[in-house]
């Protein structure tokens, strides 16, 4: 079965610092995609960086980045020069067929 | 801006009320989904729906009904609910299942049931 885990169900970062959220996952598929999902207070789901499994060169976009660690199913992500807007919950996914699987959630607080 | 519009966006109901959620895809997506988040609890797919036919029904109670009458058209209807049934409703659309595809939520449908 195919399982999403996020062990961090809070963090808290300073503006303009970096932080990392931890994912780790199972899956018994050899390709497959990973995905970071950010959820804000206005409560619409959006994507946020994907990783394709088959790539060994790690995902990013603009402040975002992942650490993609196949072989230990890790998918950190990273959130560099931390800003007020980063204040969200943030899910990480593993699709599987119809599916998404979802992660439980990090709650991520930006402090001024 | 969203491309996937819900509507209500609250909505508080007797457990013997009869209301529906309605959620719309400006994607041109074939694929659309209803997935129930409630709090504490991981994003609980509740139904697939592929080019208008049900794919997929996660054993969800009978009290919730989907009705899907074209590909940009997605709706819930709700009948005798639980208090337990209380959540957030999100609405997500897909280009299909391939590998990689995004999906693209709504901002979700605020649900009470008293």
């Known amino acids: 079965a195919q399982t999403v885990t996020q062990s961090q169900p809070e963090m808290s970062v300073q503006e303009a610092e970096t932080v990392t959220l931890s994912c780790t996952y199972d899956?018994?598929?050899?390709?497959?995609?990973l995905f970071w999902y950010k959820q804000p207070p206005s409560r619409q789901m959006i994507l946020v960086i994907r990783?394709?499994?088959?790539?060994?060169q790690n995902a990013t976009e603009n402040r975002f980045s992942v650490n993609f660690q196949k072989a230990a199913k890790s998918f950190s992500l990273k959130i560099s020069d931390s800003q007020l807007g980063d204040a969200a919950m943030y899910f990480c996914?593993?699709?599987?067929?119809?599916?998404?699987?979802f992660g439980p959630g990090t709650r991520l607080s930006v402090l001024p | 801006e969203t491309g996937v519009t819900q509507t209500p966006r609250h909505l508080v109901m007797g457990m013997t009320n009869k209301k529906s959620l309605k959620c719309e895809q400006h994607?041109?997506?074939?694929?659309m989904y209803w997935y129930k988040q409630s709090a504490k609890k991981p994003l609980e797919l509740m139904f697939v729906?592929?080019?208008?036919?049900?794919?997929e029904n996660n054993s969800v109670p009978s009290r919730f009904s989907p009705e899907c009458p074209n590909s940009s058209h997605l709706f819930l209807h709700l009948h005798t609910l639980q208090p337990e049934d209380s959540a957030l409703y999100l609405c997500?659309?897909?280009?299909?299942?391939?590998?990689?595809?995004?999906?693209?939520f709504g901002e979700g449908s605020w649900l009470t049931v008293v």
């Open positions: 997500a659309s897909s280009q299909g299942f391939t590998r990689g595809n995004t999906i693209y």
């Open positions: 899956t018994s598929e050899s390709d497959y995609y």
């Open positions: 990783q394709e499994a088959y790539k060994q």
């Open positions: 996914a593993l699709p599987h067929g119809q599916n998404f699987v």
């Open positions: 994607l041109g997506h074939n694929a």
């Open positions: 729906y592929n080019f208008k036919e049900q794919t």
